[in-house]
């Protein structure tokens, strides 16, 4: 199903959490809601639901205003970060509960359950209670529940953020397979850029309650619209008083076309990555290298090198500074 959000604003008292979020999203789409925290995305992703109601515009699904439709007519399903199970039903009657309260035939129900269990490769733990699962699997049964009442619409509000590292990298990868297999309209809403870059089809970049920037992954990280997603989405250094990213700067000995003079202060490794600062007229410059290149170079602390852009790469003027404090996503 597709969705349509047209002009919607809500705010909070005075704190205006959106204002006039116009955004598509395709029948069989996998998008990601992506921003910092207090961004407005949760807040966008509840009104589509229809738990929150907005001030002002429209939202249709499937072509239908469903503005002011009650979430259980909405054909939505809804996966919060905390699992929200029924801790004293088995994984199974978790998973069945939206088909029990639809009065769905027994038969029907036992089917469509051991379906999804075997979907979500949780059919040997279907008579466990939630509290016998690990984190990610509760976080798969809690999918499961969502999917089995086939829902036109899945909705996942930071879906991964109360797992460790590891466990959402191998869920992220899970539910990228999973959308394959299933193609519900999917959004699901992340703080994690990797997360929304490796599993999106499209991305809808939201901070302060606007809409910086919509595209593909790839779209969003090699041309960035703006200051704001370019210092997001990715590691960012500065040189000349443009935003650059690290491993679009190449170190050399001489001088040549746009290069910049300067002097090493720091190296770092980290795993197969070689970070390098420079600096440059005053100014810390940061550049990332494979081991191969930096051992070909052989560089060391306090070397005189000359900073140049690779040809192509994407540029966005700074707006402001760009220190020490900047993340740089693992």
Do not use: C
């Not at 809601?33 to 738990?51: C, D, E, N, Q």
């Amino acid at each position: 199903m597709s969705i349509e959000i047209r002009g919607v604003s809500k705010r909070f008292g005075d704190f205006v959490a959106l204002e006039d979020i116009n955004v598509s999203i395709p029948t069989g789409q996998l998008t990601a809601l992506l921003g910092p925290s207090g961004g407005g995305k949760s807040t966008l992703l509840r009104i589509i639901a229809g738990l929150e109601e907005a001030d002002a515009g429209t939202i249709e699904i499937e072509g239908v205003d469903a503005t002011h439709v009650s979430p259980q007519k909405r054909n939505v399903g809804f996966v919060f970060q905390h699992y929200a199970a029924f801790k004293h039903l088995s994984v199974r009657r978790n998973v069945a509960f939206g088909l029990e309260i639809r009065k769905r035939p027994k038969a029907e129900i036992k089917e469509r359950v051991q379906e999804l269990l075997e979907l979500v490769h949780l059919e040997q733990f279907g008579d466990r209670l939630p509290s016998q699962l690990s984190g990610g699997q509760r976080q798969r049964m809690a999918l499961a529940r969502a999917l089995a009442v086939n829902p036109g619409v899945l909705l996942l509000d930071e879906p991964f953020g109360a797992l460790d590292a590891q466990v959402r990298k191998e869920l992220r990868d899970w539910l990228r397979r999973l959308h394959d297999e299933v193609p519900v309209t999917t959004v699901f809403v992340t703080h994690d850029q990797e997360e929304a870059l490796e599993v999106a089809d499209e991305i809808v970049v939201i901070s302060q309650g606007r809409v910086e920037q919509v595209g593909t992954p790839d779209d969003l990280y090699d041309r960035p619209a703006n200051d704001f997603v370019m210092r997001f989405l990715g590691p960012v250094t500065a040189l000349g008083g443009d935003l650059v990213r690290p491993h679009d700067l190449e170190l050399g000995l001489t001088p040549g076309p746009g290069s910049h003079p300067g002097t090493i202060t720091r190296i770092t490794r980290v795993g197969f990555e070689i970070r390098v600062e420079v600096d440059v007229a005053g100014s810390t410059v940061l550049v990332t290298m494979n081991r191969t290149d930096f051992r070909q170079l052989d560089l060391d602390v306090g070397a005189p090198v000359h900073v140049r852009l690779v040809p192509g790469a994407p540029v966005v003027p700074a707006a402001g500074p760009v220190g020490d404090a900047d993340p740089i996503p693992a």
